[in-house]
């Protein structure tokens, strides 16, 4: 994970280069670089010893020309200022790619979730939905889970704040649980959204699929649904890896039964008839797609050299580093960056939002296609300003200047621009 204190600004290095192509004013770049609101809170939680700990806590609130600021909140020991903000600033670009009518914003809780009991939890959420009342709101900023946060806790987080308002307002945060007005869909959304994106990038960069390897780093809840539907289309899963270590298997994998591994073990170290690897090792295995599925910062300028996939899905927000990100181009390895091929998860989310305003819900089947066509419409308007701006990247040895991450802001940052000037923002 690369140093918090340069996180931030090492997240803006595409919004700067597309702002150099785009030929964008300074101040303009200056707003877009800054987020409008950074909420800090004290949240002084009950532990089950009976002694009081007072864990920190964040909300960014990054730009909400758009609409009402969208993200999750993750619970991590890492998490701090800098990240969220980075999280925060990724969620202003996903939301406008996919063409969904909110701004960014994130929050999250430096803990480690792994270490405390369901009702530490429960008394940590409430307490961090009671600090953060006032900034959040159906209308204003709609959380989601992230990191180390699930369903559940998302349930905890709207009781609490509606037992503040006073009133039931299930839009206030996304991926509850289907019971108080969850989406279906919403679970497998980003790996289902990532699977998409996936499709549209191996029609269009040719890209044989069937017998593909595929090597996944953070085989958790987003990526164990790609896992599987890539596996459905003949593809091998022949490395996968969690924070304790990994599975290798050059033959390949069945990921039903690695997630039920898993699920028993709290781990895929140790997968029957597989080798034993460390949690990095999937970045570099030799195979034909990667799918970064962990932390930011993990395809590094150290590592880079080794990746040997041709197709790279980020579904992990901020995976590759830009050092790393050129070091990649220069290979000629397409990369789906992060603000597209994670974008099902928010896209879905949106969808959820829009349920729970009309009182009236979706099918599994009918959220399906809406996603597939948000996804599929998003690639290719991405790869459409690729080509008009000559920002396409492909696996011929002649290359053009840079590649799909610089198209994919290309194509944000001219809609958040447009709205902050409808607004008179800028």
Request: charged residues 25%; glycine residues 10%; hydrophobic residues 40%.
């Amino acid at each position: 994970m690369p140093n918090p204190g340069n996180l931030y600004e090492k997240a803006l290095t595409p919004l700067k280069k597309a702002a150099a192509v785009l030929n964008l004013e300074p101040d303009v770049v200056e707003v877009l670089s800054n987020p409008e609101r950074v909420l800090i809170v004290s949240i002084p939680t009950r532990m089950d010893n009976g002694k009081i700990k007072v864990f920190t806590g964040y909300r960014v609130q990054h730009n909400t020309a758009r609409g009402p600021a969208k993200g999750g909140i993750r619970y991590h020991p890492g998490v701090c200022l800098d990240e969220v903000k980075s999280l925060a600033f990724w969620m202003s670009n996903k939301n406008a790619i996919v063409g969904v009518p909110f701004g960014g914003g994130k929050g999250g809780i430096t803990c480690n979730p792994k270490e405390m009991s369901a009702g530490e939890l429960e008394r940590l959420t409430r307490g961090y939905a009671a600090a953060i009342s006032k900034f959040v709101g159906v209308d204003q900023d709609i959380p989601a889970p992230d990191v180390g946060t699930n369903a559940q806790i998302m349930g905890w987080f709207v009781d609490e704040y509606c037992k503040i308002a006073g009133k039931s307002i299930p839009g206030v945060i996304t991926a509850k649980p289907l019971d108080i007005g969850g989406s279906r869909g919403r679970g497998t959304a980003t790996g289902r959204g990532a699977f998409f994106a996936t499709l549209e990038a191996v029609k269009t960069y040719k890209i044989p699929l069937k017998g593909a390897r595929v090597s996944i780093q953070g085989f958790g809840n987003v990526a164990q649904p790609i896992a599987k539907y890539l596996f459905d289309l003949g593809c091998r899963i022949i490395a996968v890896s969690d924070s304790t270590g990994g599975a290798f298997n050059a033959k390949g994998m069945h990921p039903e039964k690695l997630t039920k591994f898993k699920k028993k073990t709290r781990s895929v170290r140790g997968f029957p008839g597989s080798k034993e690897i460390e949690t990095i090792d999937p970045i570099t295995v030799d195979c034909d797609i990667l799918i970064p599925a962990a932390l930011e910062g993990q395809i590094t300028k150290e590592n880079a050299d080794e990746v040997t996939a041709k197709l790279i899905v980020e579904e992990a927000n901020g995976p590759t580093t830009p050092e790393a990100d050129k070091i990649l181009h220069e290979k000629g390895a397409i990369v789906v960056p992060d603000v597209l091929a994670n974008a099902g998860g928010v896209t879905v989310s949106y969808f959820e939002w829009v349920q729970n305003r009309m009182g009236y819900y979706w099918s599994d089947e009918e959220v399906d296609e809406k996603l597939k066509k948000v996804m599929a419409k998003a690639f290719k308007e991405v790869y459409q300003n690729a080509k008009q701006y000559q920002v396409d990247t492909t696996l011929r040895t002649k290359r053009a200047e840079t590649d799909l991450r610089t198209a994919s802001y290309l194509t944000a940052v001219q809609k958040i621009v447009a709205a902050m000037q409808a607004l008179g923002r800028i």
